[in-house]
Nanobody, 126 residues
Framework: QVQLVESGGGLVQAGGSLRLSCAASGRTFSSYAMGWFRQAPGKEREFVAAISWSGGSTLYEDSVKGRFSISRDNAKNTVYLQMNSLKPEDTAVYYC???????????????????WGQGTQVTVSS
């Protein structure tokens, strides 16, 4: 069992930055791939980024490439999402997720993830 708690969301102006954190409980954190998803009002949950259990592989949704960066610290049981050059269309609730993925290539599918956090709100004003 893995419990995930996100933090770091907030209100920021367009062009600004935020860093989201996701703290995981349990001693098996390092064996899970981690992902970030987001859901805007009236829209389906969408993939943002993922990182392999070792941190050696990452995957990004096209619209965030070059602006967002996912990383993890297995010693701290934490995964991060650094978000730069934020745009109003990045406004959403951001969720982290853990899954026993063999490759991050399948991470765009939320059904691949077994555990989810409660989400943190990110609002980007224009």
């Amino acid at each position: 069992q893995v419990q995930l708690v996100e933090s770091g969301g907030g209100l920021v102006q367009a062009g600004g930055s935020l860093r989201l954190s996701c703290a995981a409980s349990g001693r098996t954190f390092s064996s899970y791939a981690m992902g970030w998803f987001r859901q805007a009002p009236g829209k389906e949950r969408e993939f943002v980024a993922a990182i392999s259990w070792s941190g050696g592989s990452t995957l990004y949704e096209d619209s965030v490439k070059g602006r967002f960066s996912i990383s993890r610290d297995n010693a701290k049981n934490t995964v991060y999402l650094q978000m730069n050059s934020l745009k109003p269309e990045d406004t959403a609730v951001y969720y982290c997720a853990a899954g026993a993925l063999r490759t991050v290539a399948v991470a765009i599918d939320p059904s691949r993830f077994d555990y989810w956090g409660q989400g943190t709100q990110v609002t980007v004003s224009s």
